[in-house]
């Protein structure tokens, strides 16, 4: 009696369900592991930038703070750069691969931004700017309201496949900027609040059109008894929809590269005190090149070398066993490795992907166990199918036998093996034994003797 009113109320769910769904509501139901499979992620080509994020997720809202000139705005430019590479790989054109910029500070630098990775307009088979078709929208309106409501149109289009929010400290909103509002005067939070209603409309757009959310907020002085931590801005809010919170603060001075005694780039240390998509609190650092962005090449060697792939030696000796040729190489220093792995295509491919497969975490999981799962299925299938064309004498003796080897297992292999070496059984007579299995009749030779 008990399970029959256990099942009766399962049912009235699963109708409530359907019938809610046929309403025409804004509504994404996921059941089990359906939830997980919906997760939009992808593998960034910043080795480094891959240890903190796992995957990077791109259905989810990422919040970035720290100080002034620490690179949070740079970090953020790479990771939309990624996200456009991404979309067009996955679709094959540029018309999902817009970026807003909701530039508060009015300080974001197409030019620079173009330098770190960010395509500016889409490309042609030749690899040339299309004009006419710009692909990164920078948005300077006066109050984060408007900027929101007009971000929120642009991203239904389906066309967007990043967001920047530079930063919220910057934005003025209504209340406290209203014509009347006398300067000075205490408002109460009022940034704060602003935020937080912004970021309820963003959340669930975001996961919707799987468009990342990068917000951007600055750090200030405490000027409460513990003076010695930053306070951060945009209230608590962004903190509690953030599926990552990353600060983002200058190396050390002695670490930034120089060439003929003039720094030509900045060390960037990244440490994540929240993350729901990977294991949090990792540190790594970057460096930026003023003339080239990331450098991508010099992690993938660094990475390699913490995998053991490249052993590294005394005096900076570099040696790894070239995946193409199969031979030992033997180089001096990062540099005149990535100018190896420059020259050697395919043996920088195949690295790069030892690295890569590293970084595949439990979405990847899950995505492997469904494709089992649907071939076991399309197995059996045609396990049945087989059993049926041997009933009825209509399967070829071609096709009995290539079924037949199809069927037996790798443990009925080593099983047949050990006693080929006792008794000399062939492996026509390993496959006639699970023919007689399945068919209940004589050996492959024997029907077709009779036919």
Partial sequence: MAKQKKEAKTNSIMDIINE???????TMIFDGEDAALQDDRIVLHSPNLNYIYGLFKMNAIHRFNGKESGGKTTICTYLMGECQRARFEKYGNWDHSHVVILDFERTFDVLRAKQIGLKLYAKDENGNDIKSQPLVHVIRTFFIEDACAMWEKMVRSGQLCATLLDSDAAAPNKTENSADSEIGKATFGASAKACGIVIKRVNPLVDTYHVPFFWISQERANQALMAHLP???GGEAPNFYASTRVRVTPGDPKE???????????VIKIKVYKNKT???????????YFDGGIDEDEQYVEMLTKMDVVHQGGAGWLTFTDPETGELVKLQGIPKMTAYLKEHPICYKKLKEAVDDAFVNFNAKLDATAIEISEEAAFQEEKKELKKRLEEGTASDAEKQAA??????????????????????????????KYKELSGEGTIGDSVEDE
Avoid: H, Q
């Fill in 20 to 26: 809610c769904m046929g309403m025409g509501l804004d």
């Fill in 231 to 233: 306070k951060i801005t």
């Fill in 256 to 266: 930034y590269p120089t060439r003929n005694g003039e720094i030509i780039g900045i």
């Fill in 278 to 288: 990977a294991r949090p609190f990792r540190e790594t650092t970057v460096t930026m």
């Fill in 404 to 433: 037949m080897e199809g069927y037996i297992t790798d443990e009925e292999w080593d099983k047949a093996a050990k006693e080929a070496d006792e008794k000399t059984i062939t492996s026509d007579e390993i496959i006639n034994e």
